[in-house]
């Protein structure tokens, strides 16, 4: 089995910074891409940054600039920086991964954390 154990996240003043780590365990023969999703109230689960293995990055627009996803591939762990935050980045915050469990599985299983609340108050 695998799990992802995410931590950070909380209340903030609009303007502040916040940072969210995720840390992958388990049945994990490599990790091809990590990433951090979002749910505000109301609407549907959406990307804001992804990371390979090989270090490439990926932004939704509305956080770039703002936001930094980085990886310790030795750790599998994963975290986003969160900087200038706005009113409209509350909302809960989803580790996602995809996972390669053993080496000679055909195709990546994918895993969530259960999720972290930040609240950006204006």
């Known amino acids: 089995q695998v799990q992802l154990v995410e931590s950070g996240g909380g209340l903030v003043q609009a303007g502040g910074s916040l940072r969210v780590s995720c840390a992958a365990s388990?049945?994990?023969?490599?990790?091809?891409?990590m990433g951090w999703y979002r749910q505000a109230p109301g609407k549907e689960r959406a990307l804001v940054a992804t990371v390979t293995s090989d270090g490439t990055t990926k932004y939704t627009d509305s956080v770039k600039g703002r936001f930094t996803i980085s990886r310790d591939n030795a750790k599998n762990t994963v975290a986003l920086q969160m900087n200038s935050l706005d009113s409209e980045d509350t909302a809960v915050y989803y580790c996602n991964a995809q996972i390669r469990r053993r080496a000679w599985d055909p195709y990546d299983y994918t895993y969530w954390g259960q999720g972290t609340q930040v609240t950006v108050s204006s």
């Open positions: 388990g049945s994990i023969f490599k990790i091809n891409v």
